[in-house]
DNA sequence: GTGTCATGCGTAT
DNA sequence: TACGCCTGACACG
């Protein structure tokens, strides 16, 4: 489930494990081949995330940047290592810990140069910038006609949020997905970033998105939430809303689905 | 077994 | 706007 809680759950479970750690690297798979051999043998120093992207830095100075785009995964091994599958973009091991990277769609070595490059590219995090990034995200949003739908997958205005962050956050402050983003009133987009620092928090603790409240589903905690009762409206077409029982609408905006509440979120 | 779809995004048209 | 990239889960027969 790659959006920014992901990444930053990574950062901390990895970190916790490997910082400071002298590692060995290898690319079973070969196509970063060059890059692993270049950290091989040195001392991890931090890992951090921004948004979706998570960063490996090394006591040369280098970092390993990895963007897991929509099928790469991250897995974590514990001795006896298992034989790294044969599509292992990158494999990090230290004596008691392995970390196993498969399909992401960046995996390269960058300077701090090229690291900058990256970061200027991308928005407000909601977990790295809870306080001072809602201006940021306000004024970035302030002049766009696309739909808000839209703008908020644009890593530019907000760092991390994802289709089913997008999906999820819209309905719980009960706006339409198709409201231009510079028309949406500025406490809604306050409501919306306090949102996402909230959401993409809990993701960041728990490994998964939940945003239902425990009332809308008939729970106690929402730990218990089976799949299928977590979300408001992501996959959720033709669905009862679980707060007004109108069926859930989805449509396409981009080319990425998006879905809805029409009572709930009208406009 | 095969086909489809997906939590993403860059590039070409 | 369309395509390509990369993998895994699931539906279907």
Request: glycine share 8%; proline share 7%; charged share 30%.
């Amino acid at each position: 489930m790659p959006e920014g809680h992901v990444l930053h759950r990574a950062a901390r479970l990895q970190g916790k494990r490997f910082n400071g750690k002298r590692i060995e690297a290898e690319s079973p798979q070969g196509r970063f081949a060059d890059g692993a051999a270049a950290v091989d043998g040195q001392m991890m120093e931090t890992i951090e995330a921004r948004g979706k992207h998570l960063f490996y830095w090394f006591e040369s100075g280098v970092a390993v940047h990895v963007h897991l785009g929509l099928f790469g995964k991250f897995k974590l091994q514990k001795p006896p290592f298992p034989e790294p599958s044969p599509n292992a973009r990158l494999v990090l091991s230290i004596e008691d810990d392995r970390i196993h990277l498969a399909g992401p769609t960046t995996c390269e070595l960058l300077t701090p140069d090229g690291v900058e490059d990256v970061l200027a590219g991308l928005g407000p995090d909601p977990i790295v910038d809870p306080a001072d990034g809602l201006e940021r995200f306000a004024q970035a949003l302030s002049r766009r006609t696309v739909p808000i739908g839209r703008a908020l997958l644009d890593q530019k205005a907000v760092a991390g949020v994802g289709n089913v962050y997008r999906s999820e956050l819209l309905f719980m402050i009960g706006l339409s997905p198709f409201v231009a983003a510079k028309d949406v009133p500025h406490d809604s987009l306050e409501r919306l970033w306090k949102l996402a620092v909230e959401e993409l928090r809990a993701g960041e603790r728990s490994g998964r998105i939940v945003t239902v409240d425990p009332n809308d589903v008939d729970r106690s905690r929402r730990s218990d939430l089976k799949r299928g009762e977590r979300l408001y409206a992501y996959k959720r077409r033709g669905k009862p809303c679980r707060r007004c029982a109108t069926p859930i609408r989805s449509s396409d905006i981009d080319d990425r689905t998006i879905w809805w509440c029409p009572d709930c979120q009208p406009g």
